[in-house]
């Protein structure tokens, strides 16, 4: 069973003396945070407020939160919306929150852990898998991921190509 509430950012510290708040976005679109009214930290529904965007992060005041003190005390602290809030995502696409934890098996039947990471360098993402062995880090290509399947926590991955493509941490 998928998660009611996802997580879609990060407070990294705060921002000047009012309560004010710097959040690292977890979403590939900080902008997507002006059509948020709302959001869940620490098990409580805030208000947004003030909102702005500058160089990839977030700034905002939270109902609540009027001390650099308060702000200082959220840090670390994650924001979730309701599911239902998301943004729809194209075919084919699974929010991260979703893929962490899933188990992944080859075409072989070999094992290569379960997924603890998704890197987002840039033209590809890397899942990064924690299995027995060490960590392996395999690029999100079609020929590589062959099926996922977030409601079971499970991905089946191609053995020959991650023989070509994938990277080994022992």
Request: hydrophobic share 40%.
């Amino acid at each position: 069973m998928l998660d009611e509430y996802l997580a879609v950012g990060e407070i990294v510290r705060p921002q000047g003396l009012r309560g004010e708040v710097k959040i690292k976005p977890l979403t590939d679109n900080p902008d997507r945070f002006f059509d948020l009214k709302r959001v869940r930290l620490q098990g409580k529904m805030r208000a947004l407020r003030s909102l702005r965007v500058h160089e990839g992060f977030v700034y905002a005041r939270l109902e609540g939160v009027y001390s650099r003190d308060a702000a200082d005390a959220l840090r670390g602290v994650l924001l979730y919306i309701h599911r239902d809030n998301a943004v729809p995502l194209p075919a084919d696409t699974d929010f991260i929150c979703d893929l962490i934890g899933c188990e992944a098996v080859d075409t072989e039947g070999v094992s290569h852990g379960v997924l603890k990471d998704v890197l987002q360098p840039g033209g590809v993402d890397v899942y990064v898998f924690q299995g027995l062995k060490g960590e392996l880090m395999a690029p999100a290509l079609k020929r590589v991921v062959l099926e996922v399947d977030v409601a079971k926590k499970h991905i089946l991955l191609d053995a020959d190509g991650l023989r070509e493509t994938a990277v080994y941490n022992e």
